[in-house]
Each structure stands twice: as structure tokens, then as C-alpha cells.
Nanobody
Framework: VQLQASGGGLVQAGGSLRLSCAASGSIVTINHMGWYRQAPGKQRTLVAT???????NYADSVKGRFTISRDSAKNTVYLQMNSLKPEDTAAYYC?????????WGKGTLVTVSS
């Protein structure tokens, strides 16, 4: 499975960005897709996930500011990020858990300036 992420960039605090991640390759069933992030010197942590039936899960730090959604027909997941804070600065990684193969996308960098 291949994951192509896009949408990162530089934004001022309070601004918005939208990340996209499209999955391709041999995909039979998707269990869930999601976004994780890793700030410099820190571990990778969950941001949000969405299951094949649309159930969502968010890190407490992003609840009310970020929204995950998906287009099942396109095997694509989105992350709408509003009210961004400098502490949201990180590399954001797309994740797919699927049959026959799970995988990670390459990170897309989000930088929030104060």
C-alpha cells in the first residue's frame, strides 16, 4: 500500500490547514485511517483516526479544533486543522490499517508561527 500525503505548510497561530492522504495499491479492506504527528525530539503520537464506518477518535489536545473525515470511494482521509497553535508544529504522518497491508505515509511538515 502507498500513502501520498499533502497539505502541510507554514501558518500563523490561529490559522487553518487541511491535510490530505490518498491510499493506493492492493487494498481489500480498510479498518481505519488516521493521522499521527511527531515534533522534534518527541515520540510520534496519535492525532485522529477514522474507521471504515466513520467512527472518529481524537487526541485531547486537538478536540474541537481538528476534524478528520474520509472519502471512501477515493481511499482518502483528510484532516482539517483550525485554530492552530505553535505546539501543533510537527511532522504529520498518515496511517492506514488495512488488509492485506498496513502502512505509513511520509511525513508532511506543519509549522505554526506565533
Amino acid at each position: 500500500v502507498q500513502l501520498q500525503a499533502s497539505g502541510g505548510g507554514l501558518v500563523q497561530a490561529g490559522g487553518s490547514l487541511r491535510l490530505s492522504c490518498a491510499a493506493s495499491g492492493s487494498i481489500v479492506t480498510i479498518n481505519h485511517m488516521g493521522w499521527y504527528r511527531q515534533a522534534p525530539g518527541k515520540q510520534r503520537t496519535l492525532v485522529a483516526t477514522i474507521t471504515s464506518v466513520g467512527s472518529t477518535n481524537y487526541a485531547d489536545s486537538v478536540k474541537g479544533r481538528f476534524t478528520i473525515s474520509r472519502d471512501s470511494a477515493k481511499n482518502t482521509v483528510y484532516l482539517q486543522m483550525n485554530s492552530l497553535k505553535p505546539e501543533d508544529t510537527a511532522a504529520y504522518y498518515c496511517r492506514i490499517v488495512a488488509i492485506p497491508q498496513s502502512g505509513w505515509g511520509k511525513g508532511t511538515l506543519v509549522t505554526v508561527s506565533s
